[in-house]
């Protein structure tokens, strides 16, 4: 499923890598997570920057992201078989 977000990055953390900081809030925000009638968040992929901006008086860079999100969801009545090690 392809989703968009606003990645806040704050000023302390603008003097690295800006893509790789961006990546990791993204996986933070939604890796292993569940995603509200989408699913379980497995795999983020393709990650785009669209828009980057700096916030007003804040002075925070605010990305707009597009990214794959491979999503586990199950079935109302799915029966699921498994083993847990």
């Given at each position: 499923?392809?989703?968009?977000?606003?990645?806040?990055?704050?000023?302390?953390?603008?003097?690295?890598?800006?893509?790789?900081?961006?990546?990791?809030?993204?996986?933070?925000?939604?890796?292993?997570?569940?995603?509200?009638?989408?699913?379980?968040?497995?795999?983020?992929?393709?990650?785009?920057?669209?828009?980057?901006?700096?916030?007003?008086?804040s002075?925070?860079?605010?990305?707009?992201?597009?990214?794959?999100?491979?999503?586990?969801?199950?079935?109302?009545?799915?029966?699921?078989?498994?083993?847990?090690?």
């Amino acid at each position: 499923m392809i989703l968009t977000d606003v990645i806040v990055v704050e000023p302390e953390k603008l003097g690295g890598d800006i893509v790789k900081e961006t990546k990791k809030i993204l996986k933070e925000k939604y890796l292993g997570k569940i995603i509200r009638g989408k699913g379980f968040c497995r795999k983020i992929k393709d990650f785009k920057v669209i828009e980057p901006k700096i916030g007003n008086g804040s002075g925070n860079l605010e990305i707009k992201v597009q990214f794959k999100c491979l999503l586990f969801n199950t079935f109302r009545g799915e029966q699921l078989e498994g083993t847990i090690t």
